[in-house]
């Protein structure tokens, strides 16, 4: 009974220490962007060089906003704050002009949640599995709302005063697609883009001269 409890107790200390190693192991992943990237994404930088400036970002400054959209993000991803590579979150700051928009677009890999410290904005995203049904609201300073993944979603500033708020993310390296630029930032055919859109030739073209594409 004795040697039965002695092995349990040595197999068991055995198992807490394997689990303490494996735990110190993947405490974090700081991103090294002087490593090639694999397929899970940055590698990660000596634990022994870390330090806590890895794990601190600033996202106070405003971005700028004059362009078509009349918006700017600045994103706290694992491409630009080392710390959160790996941990499967991230934010970003959206600053948005009175009539600016956040347009249609979509994350793939991520849903992000807003919550709005500055003006009022409406919000909405586009359900594709319910007969493309618009889930939509308007948001004040401290209301947040959630965009779930992959979805069509857009933030439209309706208020009187430039409008600030921020976006977490489920990545830590979230991908995005703006319509606009997926549609007239490309050299499709101008014939193909409108009739898979239904916008005339001539407005395609503009679009595509406004986003930079040809054809």
Not at 29 to 35: F, M, N, R, T, Y
Not at 124 to 135: I, L, M, P, Q, W
Not at 173 to 201: K, M
């Amino acid at each position: 009974m004795k040697m039965f409890i002695y092995t349990f107790l040595f197999f068991s200390l055995l198992a807490t220490i394997a689990f303490t190693t494996e735990a110190s192991v993947v405490d974090f992943c700081v991103a090294d962007p002087s490593l090639p990237n694999g397929p899970a994404g940055f590698s990660c930088k000596n634990p022994s060089q870390v330090v806590a400036e890895d794990f601190f970002y600033s996202l106070a400054g405003k971005g700028d906003t004059s362009n078509i959209f009349r918006w700017n993000a600045s994103f706290a991803f694992a491409s630009t704050f080392a710390g959160v590579n790996g941990l499967g979150i991230s934010i970003a700051r959206s600053d948005i002009e009175v009539g600016g928009v956040i347009p249609f677009h979509s994350h793939p890999d991520a849903s992000e949640i807003i919550l709005v410290t500055k003006g009022t904005i409406t919000v909405g995203f586009v359900a594709s599995t319910f007969g493309n049904r618009v889930y939509s609201q308007t948001l004040r300073k401290g209301n947040i709302f959630v965009f779930p993944q992959g979805l069509l979603h857009f933030t439209y500033n309706i208020g009187k005063i430039p409008a600030v708020a921020f976006s977490s993310f489920s990545s830590d390296n979230p991908t995005g697609q703006i319509t606009d630029y997926a549609l007239f930032q490309n050299d499709l055919l101008t014939e193909i883009v409108s009739n898979g859109t239904f916008i005339s030739p001539r407005e395609v073209k503009r679009l595509k001269r406004l986003f930079g594409g040809t054809n």
